[in-house]
T-cell receptor
């Protein structure tokens, strides 16, 4: 099955700086790569996603890049704000199943 | 449009008991997936239902089962509870029609504590 590795497990950044989270996946057939943000006491919420026919996608301060050859994808958050503090999960999937990374706890220091 | 709802939100059970969790998907969504989230194992896929049929299954023992009703609401059941079943159980819904993976919308989860 699909195996997704996510790094780093924790990330502390100064407010206004950028944060980068990286993931690798094992199944070359995976074609959908979403990123989720989970705040305390809540379910994961989709923040951005990318499909295998696209190399990069941006939404305001958030961007995702995908390298299918190397089987890795990354999340970039620019101009971080305190409300960006949360746990972020990457996932890779195809058909009707997603495999998730272990998560990155992001702390934005004021 | 209302989001995914899960009931109950919190549950305490003892070892050996069984439990049933409920999930109501977003209106119009026909696919419901269930996940177990624990600090040690992260988010792990349990199973996915579409039109009352289990379409996909993860690597969990037979104690974990589910079903889906004609209105797309889904339940999952865990029998003979073990301490290790303590977790946040999340369900997610999608329209379920695309050939490729679709965006999954998660509910707030049911936190189960087994004593």
């Amino acid at each position: 099955g699909e195996n997704v590795e996510q790094h780093p497990s924790t990330l502390s950044v100064q407010e206004g700086d950028s944060a980068v989270i990286k993931c690798t996946y094992s199944d070359s057939a995976s074609n959908y790569f979403p990123w989720y943000k989970q705040e305390l006491g809540k379910g994961p919420q989709l923040i951005i996603d990318i499909r295998s026919n696209v190399g990069e996608k941006k939404d305001q301060r958030i961007a995702v890049t995908l390298n299918k050859t190397a089987k890795h994808f990354s999340l970039h958050i620019t101009e971080t704000q305190p409300e960006d503090s949360a746990v972020y999960f990457c996932a890779a999937g195809r058909d009707y199943k997603l495999s998730f990374g272990a998560g990155t706890t992001v702390t934005v220091r004021a | 449009k209302a989001g995914v709802t899960q009931t109950p939100r919190y549950l305490i059970k003892t070892r050996g008991q069984q439990v049933t969790l409920s999930c109501s998907p977003i209106s119009g969504h026909r696919s419901v997936s269930w996940y177990q989230q624990t600090p040690g194992q992260g988010l792990q896929f349990l199973f996915e239902y579409f039109s009352e049929t289990q379409r996909n299954k993860g690597n969990f023992p037979g104690r974990f089962s589910g079903r889906q009703f004609s209105n797309s609401r889904s339940e999952m059941n865990v029998s003979t509870l073990e301490l290790g079943d303590s977790a946040l159980y999340l369900c997610a819904s999608t329209p379920g029609l695309a050939g490729a993976a679709e965006t999954q919308y998660f509910g707030p989860g049911t936190r189960l504590l087994v004593l």
